[in-house]
């Protein structure tokens, strides 16, 4: 089993909904990351988390919402999707004191038409 | 303040030339630097990472990466490219400056040719 876990893989909704993205870790690692994909301009972090009562907004958090319920979980929330939303969704951990290296999980492929 | 730029949105090599991959940075502190890999339909994998150790660094699957302070660069080479190093990568640098700063470069795609 894979050591971050995001679901779903791929989903497909339209404007307006409201989207849950998930993401369990196996890792035991305190920090816990959501990063936004899209083409030519790499990864963007939108919410991180040290613990379970920190939560921090990253570069792109506007239409984002975050609740991290327990150390191995935390989840990306988008109350309102718009289609500039669609884009290619990353969770990653990291270990306090390891260094900076993130583990990701395999990806969450959002289209909102 | 930090940046990262990656100076190849593509690069394409032969199979069996040699690879480079070019990175430059900008950090107001001694910075902590990420070459990370990923495959189609696939998560991000760090292939190598520099600490303020030793310059040269040397990865997974043959690459390594040099640290340059007088360039700020830290490019990423592979002496003989193989069809399974067809992939995006991307440059990442890293601070800790009282919070949790990281900076992903726009990523380079690797074609290899047969």
């Known amino acids: 089993d894979a050591d971050v876990t995001q679901t779903p893989r791929n989903r497909i909704t339209k404007t307006g909904k409201r989207i849950m993205l998930e993401c369990s870790q196996t890792k035991g690692h305190d920090r816990m990351y959501w990063y936004r994909q899209d083409p030519g301009l790499g990864l963007r972090l939108i919410y991180y988390s040290f613990d379970v009562k920190d939560i921090n907004k990253g570069e792109i958090s506007d239409g984002y919402s975050v609740s991290r319920q327990a150390q191995a979980k935390f989840s990306l929330s988008l109350e309102s999707a718009i289609p500039n939303q669609t884009a290619l969704y990353f969770c990653a951990t990291s270990e306090r004191g390891g260094g900076g290296e993130l583990f990701f999980g395999e990806g969450s492929r959002l289209t909102v038409l | 303040a930090q940046s990262v730029t990656q100076l190849d949105s593509h690069v394409s090599v032969s199979e069996g030339t040699p690879v480079l991959l070019r990175c430059n940075y900008s950090?107001?502190?001694?910075?902590?630097l990420f070459w990370y890999v990923q495959h189609p339909n696939k998560g991000l994998q760090l292939l190598l990472k520099?600490?303020?150790?030793?310059?040269l660094v040397k990865g997974i699957n043959g690459f390594e990466a040099e640290f340059k302070k007088s360039e700020t660069s830290f490019h990423l080479t592979k002496p003989s490219a193989h069809m399974s190093d067809a992939a995006e990568y991307f440059c990442v640098v890293s601070d800790i400056t009282g919070g949790f700063k990281t900076i992903f470069g726009a990523g380079t795609r690797l074609f290899v040719k047969a």
């Open positions: 950090s107001s502190y001694s910075p902590s």
């Open positions: 520099y600490t303020s150790a030793a310059t």
